[in-house]
């Protein structure tokens, strides 16, 4: 059993469009990461999130982009107007309290953006 | 120089066969390692942390060498299970564990 999901597991969306992916912890954690791999390319790191804010972002993580904990459990990702490139595989990734330097990771979302 | 370099390969190799993998890192102050493994269009999974001391899980062993900013991994007798794409992974010197992966290098073993 995932100690994360992910949902959608595949998203469709019209470029322009918004989207708002979804990482769901089995268990409380304070540590969430969103990395994105686009097909054929490497997994990229997206941005970090502890305590209810975000500690570190990449370049990649522009003024599209938002990420959130609503409810104190989901944890979203949120792109607002989705571009062609935009198209990829969106991981969620938690640590273990254990171990804080290993980092678990969710099934996914494939986001395509049309 | 790229951040964690790794040869795509692929490598083809028969079952039962020993292979190694080979990465390198460009920022010294780097302090965690680890492979993970990845499977066609699925998440990466941790295959193992790798320490100075080198380590050995079953058929899988992970060297370090700080000297050479070089980690390997070596697979003892492949099985058909073991083809996938192994990702060499460092985590980013400093406070929010931000992972930087390598492009990884693909791996078919075969009958």
């Known amino acids: 059993e995932p100690e994360v999901t992910q949902t959608p597991s595949h998203q469709v969306t019209q470029m322009g469009q918004e989207v708002i992916l979804r990482c769901v912890p089995i268990?409380?954690?304070?540590?969430f990461y969103w990395y994105r791999q686009i097909l054929g390319q490497k997994v990229e790191f997206l941005v970090s999130f502890y305590n209810n804010e975000i500690s570190e972002k990449s370049e990649i993580f522009d003024d599209q982009f938002s990420v959130e904990r609503p409810d104190g459990s989901n944890f979203t990702l949120k792109i607002r107007s989705t571009k062609l490139e935009d198209s990829a595989m969106y991981f969620c990734?938690?640590?273990?309290?254990?171990?804080?330097?290993?980092?678990?990771f969710g099934p996914g979302t494939r986001l395509t953006v049309l | 120089r790229k951040e964690v370099e790794q040869d795509p390969g692929p490598f083809n190799v028969p079952e039962g066969a020993t292979v190694a993998f080979n990465c390198t890192y460009s920022n010294s102050a780097s302090q965690s390692f680890f492979w993970y493994r990845q499977d066609c269009r699925k998440e990466p999974k941790l295959l193992m942390s790798v320490y100075s001391s080198g380590n050995e899980d079953g058929r899988f062993t992970a060297q370090l060498n700080r000297a050479s900013q070089y980690i390997s991994l070596l697979i003892r007798d492949s099985k058909l299970s073991d083809s996938a794409t192994y990702l060499c992974?460092?985590?980013?010197?400093?406070?929010?564990?931000?992972?930087?992966f390598g492009a990884g290098t693909r791996l078919a073993v075969h009958p």
């Open positions: 268990s409380n954690h304070l540590y």
């Open positions: 990734a938690r640590v273990d309290p254990q171990v804080t330097d290993t980092q678990y």
């Open positions: 992974v460092v985590k980013s010197p400093g406070g929010y564990n931000k992972l930087i």
